[in-house]
């Protein structure tokens, strides 16, 4: 299964299992260095035999709306619990990333994961390293998986 695949696989099943959030993948790109406006990025570093980022670009509202249904409560700022619940989603999304691309799972080591909010904020791209991103579609909103890896 190639790394597209692993990524919207991922992210289908975290999302109807713990979300228990319908999450529709759609086309993938690479995303243009350019700011993220008033979202929520929860991010996790790859270091090993491979080098990188996973992380997940969520707009606030769609931020609130995953957050909520992940801890079973009603948020309705971006808070710690919000923080914590995209920080644990990037998390579970860069060890299934691992598993597939260290399948012994002694080559490569996740960070712990970090998260940024902001009503503007740049995530840069690591230099030298490939991009994908891939856009995923709520009922009430949606969100990018992007995963940088060199």
């Known amino acids: 299964m190639g790394i597209e695949e692993t990524i919207i696989d991922a992210t289908k099943d975290i999302f109807s299992n713990m979300v228990m959030l319908g999450a529709t ?8 260095d350019e700011p993220l406006i008033d979202s929520v990025s929860g991010m996790i570093s790859l270091e090993g035999k ?13 931020a609130l709306e995953v957050g909520g249904s992940f801890i079973d409560l009603d948020l309705e700022e971006v808070d710690a619990d919000v923080l914590d619940a995209i920080g644990e989603l990037a998390n579970m999304l860069a ?8 399948p ?6 996740l960070s712990i ?11 840069e791209k690591i230099a030298g390293a490939s991009s994908i ?4 579609y709520l009922d009430n909103g949606d969100f990018l998986v992007e995963l940088q890896l060199k």
Request: glycine letters at 10%; aromatic letters at 8%; proline letters at 8%.
């Open 25 to 32: 993948p759609g086309t993938s790109f690479e995303r243009a």
């Open 50 to 62: 491979y080098n990188g980022l996973l992380a997940i670009h969520l707009p606030t509202s769609s």
């Open 95 to 102: 060890g299934n990333i691992k598993a597939t691309l260290d």
């Open 104 to 109: 012994a799972g002694s080559d490569i080591q």
């Open 113 to 123: 994961p970090s998260t940024l909010h902001g009503a503007e904020y740049m995530v």
């Open 133 to 136: 991103c891939i856009p995923f």
